[in-house]
């Protein structure tokens, strides 16, 4: 399992010789093992540092690593510096080569699908789960006492007496409370040591509503959603949900942020839309974040004194005087570039106020 202590090692790595960040997609819907590690090659061509390229065949070769949904291998083979793990939510395929490993998205994954909470309850049980980066870990259950109904008009009972529900006795109430009381305090300790950050409840409304009244407040404070399962559902069912609440909080984040760049962009303040633009953001070494929807292209011209990139054909460059060359594709270039300089890009999908602009970032200053 990825942890806290690996990501602090990579944020806090730097090389003198040129490190290589490789992230590779293994999602079945990327196509088959071949496909996936042809597109590997590929990337690994182009990158050209042999040593690493040999280094991440071994390790790849190795087989046992395919496991998961994606693949994140961080290699400087001058320092003998090589990382390498294995994530069960799938990554966009893609490679970096710089002074420091290339972290970010591992921090989003980090922040949409670790340190997840998950309890399935019902009146006697509890079963509680931790989902971290893809990974669904079964803990240990609470066992209650049985619920078992008793007929109405016993001599424990009075009608009416504390609104109990319906066809419910005063004695079925306490076991379940007893119940609840029980689970919750299991749920404490089993939670202690892994201190998830949000959590999940799963089960009947009614269950689920006795039981976060019997957390602790604390506990109560980090639950984020709740979900109609069974207590009997199977571990698929559970990775399912985790998983799907998992790509929301993704989803959430992306649409903020480019609301964020919209309402910069709108007030003039730190941020740019469209590719004209930030073009010419990025050339003036102002952009921070990258923001680009998935899968967009656009060719563009290159300065070839400076550099200096632009989606308009011009004459001359206006920085060096030099003439333009066009080139098929300038976003790529510009991922790069910001990259290169310290930035971060943000590669979106599905987030419809992006698809008229494109591309877009926030600034600096
Ligand atoms: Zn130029």
Request: with cysteine.
């Amino acid at each position: 399992m990825f942890t806290e202590a690996a990501l602090r090692e990579l944020l806090e790595y730097r090389s003198k010789a040129p490190l290589l960040s490789v992230y590779l997609n293994l999602d079945p819907s990327q196509g088959n093992m071949d496909a996936i590690r042809l597109h590997l090659r590929n990337m690994l061509r182009e990158v050209n540092l042999p040593a690493d390229e040999q280094r991440i065949w071994e390790y790849v070769d190795h087989g046992r690593e395919w496991k998961g949904r994606s693949l994140a291998i961080f290699s400087c083979a001058p320092e003998d510096f090589f990382r390498a793990y294995a994530f069960g939510v799938p990554l966009r395929s893609r490679y970096f080569v710089g002074q420091q490993p290339y972290v970010k998205p591992i921090a989003h994954l980090l922040d949409d699908y670790g340190h997840y909470g998950i309890v399935l309850v019902d009146k006697q049980q509890a079963r509680p789960f931790f989902f971290h980066l893809g990974e669904l870990q079964e803990l240990e259950e609470f066992q209650g006492e049985e619920v078992r109904h008793v007929k109405r008009g016993g001599a424990s009972t009075f009608p009416g007496r504390r609104g109990g529900t319906a066809g419910r006795t005063d004695y079925e109430e306490e076991v379940v409370e007893r119940n609840m009381k029980g689970a919750a305090a299991h749920v404490v300790r089993i939670f202690e040591p892994l201190r998830p950050r949000r959590l999940l409840l799963g089960g009947t409304e009614e269950n689920v509503n006795l039981f976060r009244k019997s957390l602790p407040k604390a506990l109560q404070s980090l639950i984020v959603g709740t979900f109609a399962m069974s207590l009997n559902a199977n571990r698929a069912e559970v990775l399912e949900k985790a998983l799907e609440i998992g790509q929301r909080a993704e989803q959430q984040r992306e649409v903020e942020l480019v609301e964020q760049m919209i309402t910069a962009a709108a007030k003039g303040e730190r941020g740019v839309v469209r590719l004209d633009e930030t073009l010419e953001a990025v050339h003036a070494g102002r952009v921070q974040t990258l923001i680009v929807r998935d899968g967009y292209r656009a060719p563009g011209y290159q300065c070839q004194g400076c550099g200096y990139l632009t989606a308009q054909a011009l004459e001359t460059c206006p920085f060096c005087g030099a003439s333009f060359q066009q080139i098929p594709d300038a976003v790529e270039l510009v991922v790069r570039k910001v990259l290169e300089s310290g930035g971060e890009v943000e590669i979106v999908s599905g987030v419809p106020t992006l698809e008229p602009l494109k591309i877009g970032g926030l600034l600096r200053y």
